[in-house]
């Protein structure tokens, strides 16, 4: 009997540090990773919030110099990332902080990438693309959601395609992971639900991938428990810092899961919503992710099932099929309850922009070439993608 090797990888940073007061150690941190003059990569929003104060305040004490580069936008794009890259070798910077979101995180990745490396952006979409190490990299989250402060995920849009470009690069891992719940207090709610229930797409996708491991399950498991208990309470009133700092664990767990058995096609077809029309990632995953997982149901009953008992679901007489539905369903509820909106055309109006049913067509052939749609359980013809994006509408 012929046995099939299997390798499985596991990615995660050197250090990570979680709780209460954690961003008091960043500078420290840079100086043992070797940096001296890092760039801060952020955000206006995390400027205007006096969020990005608090740790230049640090640097400040610490008497370390830095520089800050604060252009990055919602959906980081290859412009953002050659202007960080200027920012960084035009002020003879040797580290990097990103503080904020994914957004933030995935700037600063792209930005260390093609300092190390040389080139453009565009030459690392894919996989394993960089031959050369990252700099000291310090990754400060400010959201519990994305988890791109811990992975190997970096997703930057290409403004002449109009496409989100994939990269996954064992040497983008931060190499410290910071999450202090104190620096999330002040997030508001439609932003906490988006963030969790990308959070919740993460966990569910890695779940369900075809590379799922004993490892990323038990990651996989516990972060969709802790969402369904403490996402509600985060989002319903934003200074309960038990709520908070539970989500920067669901978050991080969610984060472990999918770094490592990846993802599937609610990440590939987000994208192409992100990369076509700028909406914001977490609630484009939020609502395809129960149509996607209806779709991919049939190829993973068992695992629903149990997600459905994790989730708090009561089971008892129903059969697997049927206890199954009722994962999507507790998604769909989860959903509603933080006020994500129903449909596709109802995100567009929330942020000013025209989804149309035309634009479909480009964006599943887009979400079919998409490296995320790899590890889908089940495999989409363009005609299923197409039926997606429209049940979605």
């Known amino acids: 009997m012929a046995v099939r090797e299997q390798v499985y990888g596991f990615f995660i940073p050197s250090v990570t540090l979680i709780g209460i007061g954690a961003s008091k150690e960043i500078p420290g941190k840079i100086r043992a990773l070797g940096g001296s003059k890092p760039l801060l990569v952020t955000d206006k929003g995390i400027v205007g919030a006096g969020i990005a104060k608090q740790i230049t305040d640090l640097l400040d004490e610490a008497k370390m110099d830095y520089v800050v580069y604060d252009e990055t936008i919602p ?202 029309y700028d909406l914001p990632h977490g609630e484009c995953n939020a609502i395809l992710l129960p149509h996607v997982e209806k779709f991919n149901l049939i190829a993973k009953v068992d695992r629903f099932c149990k997600m459905a008992e994790i989730m708090g679901e009561d089971l008892t007489g129903l059969s697997k099929r049927e206890g199954a539905d009722k994962c999507l369903d507790a998604i769909k509820t989860l959903s509603a309850d933080v006020g994500i909106p129903s449909g596709l055309v109802e995100l567009g109006k929330r942020y000013g922009k025209d989804v149309k049913a035309e634009d479909i067509p480009t964006m599943t052939g887009n979400a079919q070439k998409d490296a995320c749609g790899l590890t889908n359980p089940r495999c989409p013809k363009d005609a299923d993608v197409t039926a997606i994006y429209t049940a979605a509408l």
């Open 75 to 276: 959906n980081p794009t290859d412009a953002n990332v050659a202007a960080g890259v200027e920012a960084y070798q035009k002020n003879g910077c040797d580290s990097l902080i990103s503080l904020g979101g994914g957004s933030s995180h995935d700037c600063c990745k792209g930005v260390g990438l093609v300092v190390a490396n040389g080139g453009k952006i565009h030459d690392f979409e894919g996989v394993d693309k960089s031959t050369k190490p990252m700099p000291p990299y310090v990754a400060v989250n400010t959201t519990a959601g994305t988890a791109s402060e811990m992975t190997r995920f970096c997703i930057i849009t290409d403004l002449s395609r109009k496409v989100k470009m994939a990269i996954v690069d064992w040497r983008v891992t931060p190499g410290i992971a910071l999450d202090d719940p104190l620096l999330m207090v002040g997030m508001p709610p439609a932003l906490t639900a988006a963030t969790g229930m990308d959070a919740l797409t993460h966990a569910v996708e890695a779940y369900v991938s075809t590379i799922a491991n004993p490892m990323t399950d038990a990651c996989a498991e516990k972060a969709i428990e802790l969402i369904f208990q403490y996402l509600r309470p985060a989002v319903a009133n934003g200074q309960d810092i038990e709520a908070r700092e539970a989500m920067c664990f669901a978050q991080y767990l969610a984060g472990m899961a999918f770094n490592n058995a990846s993802l599937g096609h609610v990440h590939a077809m987000a994208h192409q919503l992100g990369g076509f």
